[in-house]
């Protein structure tokens, strides 16, 4: 040993003496060590050590110095902290027995190191805990997940978590694993092909393509179908090539998509129903119409005959007075005869005779032409013609009077007449007659029911721009306001004892308003009722 300088050594070395007290005393203590623990070596010689580092023993090294001394065995104490008022280290000793007063201690200091290793135990707990709780919370993810994930190796199933037990009504995971994926589903898939060669296709094309989504159809432990979005991704896994697979289910959508087909294929047949019905209601609404034309031809016709049978009374009075002259002139040449009032054995008596009686013979025919003539005028106003004549307003007029001025004379009705139109219109001359005597015919029933004093029917027509005004006023008290507004209802009549059809308005609007594109309207105006009707110059639908 004294032919080495110690103070040379790069460790720390120390030796001690063994006392009679049984202490150890600093004999030597190296450069390197006073360097370390920060002292001069004059203050440790003949010193005992427990008095100069206290910490020795807590740490542990003196009971190590006691026992080599005792047993002249080397030991080593590996790590040890050093720690006293004044320094504070790790420190690793070599403890040998020098001789038989005298132990030979070598130690470093390894606080540095030390300090690197706790670090990084330190920072490796923390890790260690932080993966922990990763592989805690990935657990929980993979075990909780809505989605069901399973681990598919060399094409079996080898790890699934809870919802695939769930999804397919499965009592525990065991009961899936190791099965192949053609195990769980039908043995054929919707499209038609086998489940066994689809599932291989599948995986196929997820190692080709990274990732592969496809929908598939499983069957539950219940027997029932489920559907679900297959997500197939290889992976590795602890170093082995694997798939890893998720189920989302679809069965809920499935079935919304199933029923929207057959609420799609229930929409589609109503369409069609609802276009025969389209194709079918034209023809029915075409029907209706016809139907509703001859309902309403064969209110005209009712509506004419009952206008026939005042007609006849009309034509009564129209043949009265003709008829009436006819009887006189008759009686009169009859009377003549029979009192011999020509005499007839003269040439002048036989000549006064002749003329006498060709002249009332003439009369007799002129009457019986006066006869034929309203007879054709009624004939002709009964005659089914439906074309249109461009006329003035006139004409129909004054054919309607014709018709019933005797009827009227006979009544004491005043016709009062401003024609002030020019212009001639298209009509229905028929018709407009038809309407003009409905008008004329409610006055003169009810004058004949009012008992009105001085009767008269005022009448006027005019041209407007686009066509001309009528206007049929009477004296005759006017309509109730309660029933002003049904006058042109069918069958609406205050008459019903006399037979009224109350037709005759109803007919007349609709040969204004529809036949003639026009507007029949009333009004309680003066001291009577007001008629209305405007035509448009327009050319008719025939
Ligand atoms: N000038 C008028 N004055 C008072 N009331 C009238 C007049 N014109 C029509 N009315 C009322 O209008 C009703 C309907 O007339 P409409 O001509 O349609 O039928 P009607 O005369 O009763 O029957 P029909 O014409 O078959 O004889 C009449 O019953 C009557 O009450
Ligand atoms: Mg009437």
């Not at 026009?518 to 009707?533: A, D, Q, R, T, Y």
Request: net charge negative; glycine share 4%.
């Amino acid at each position: 040993m004294q032919n080495i300088n110690i103070d040379l050594l790069p460790i720390c070395v120390v030796i001690y003496r063994y006392d009679e007290d049984g202490d150890f005393i600093f004999e030597e203590f190296n450069k390197k060590a006073q360097e370390t623990e920060n002292i001069q070596k004059e203050q440790l010689l003949g010193y005992k050590v427990h008095l100069k580092f206290p910490g020795i023993k807590p740490m542990g090294l003196l009971d190590v110095f006691y026992r080599v001394f005792k047993s002249s065995k080397e030991e080593v104490l590996e790590i040890g902290l050093y720690e006293d008022s004044r320094i504070y280290g790790w420190r690793r000793n070599v403890v040998s027995k020098m001789d038989k007063e005298r132990l030979l201690v070598v130690y470093e200091d390894i606080s540095k190191e030390n300090e690197l290793i706790e670090e990084f135990e330190h920072t490796l707990a923390k890790k260690t805990q932080e993966l922990k709780k990763q592989k805690a919370a990935f657990e929980e993810l993979f075990e909780k997940s809505s989605d069901g994930i399973l681990i598919l190796e060399d094409n079996h199933f080898v790890q699934c978590n809870q919802t695939i037990v769930d999804m397919l009504g499965y009592d525990s995971k065991e009961e899936i694993l190791q099965l192949h994926p053609a195990d769980l589903s039908p043995e054929f898939q919707p499209d038609g092909q086998r489940s066994l060669e689809k599932s291989q296709i599948m995986i196929q094309l997820a190692m080709q393509k990274g990732s592969h989504s496809f929908e598939w159809k499983n069957i539950h432990a219940s027997g029932k179908d489920i559907w679900v979005e297959v997500t197939l991704t290889p992976i590795s896994l602890n170093e082995r090539d694997v798939v890893y697979v998720t189920w989302r289910d679809i069965s809920q959508r499935k079935e919304m998509e199933n029923k929207i087909q057959n609420y799609t294929a229930l929409l589609e047949a109503s369409n069609r129903e609802l276009e025969e019905l389209t194709e079918t209601l034209e023809e029915r609404v075409y029907q209706e119409l016809e139907k509703n034309a001859s309902q309403q031809k064969q209110l005209f016709a009712q509506s004419r005959l009952a206008q026939m049978g005042e007609m006849i009374s009309m034509i009564a009075h129209q043949w009265r007075q003709p008829l009436g002259a006819i009887s006189t002139t008759a009686s009169n040449l009859k009377l003549k005869l029979e009192l011999d009032l020509f005499d007839l054995s003269t040439k002048e008596g036989i000549e006064e005779a002749q003329q006498y009686f060709s002249e009332k013979l003439d009369n007799i025919e002129n009457f019986v032409q006066n006869l034929t003539t309203t007879i054709d005028d009624f004939r002709n106003f009964y005659k089914p013609n439906k074309r249109s004549v461009l006329v003035n307003i006139k004409a129909p007029f004054e054919k309607a009077l014709k018709i019933i001025e005797a009827s009227f004379l006979a009544d004491g009705i005043e016709i009062i007449k401003e024609y002030k139109s020019q212009k001639e219109i298209h009509l229905y001359q028929n018709e407009i007659m038809q309407v003009i005597l409905n008008i004329l015919k409610n006055s003169q029933d009810n004058f004949r029911e009012q008992r009105t004093k001085k009767p008269k029917i005022y009448l006027s027509c005019q041209d407007t721009e686009d066509g001309i005004n009528i206007q049929i006023c009477d004296n005759g008290g006017g309509i109730h306001h309660g029933i002003i507004d049904k006058v042109f209802d069918p069958y609406f009549s205050t008459k019903h004892e006399k037979n009224g059809t109350g037709l005759g308005l109803y007919m007349s609007k609709i040969i204004i308003d529809e036949h003639h594109n026009g507007h029949l309207s009333v009004k309680n105006e003066g001291e009577g009722v007001c008629f209305k009707i405007n035509i448009d110059n327009g050319e008719l639908n025939e």
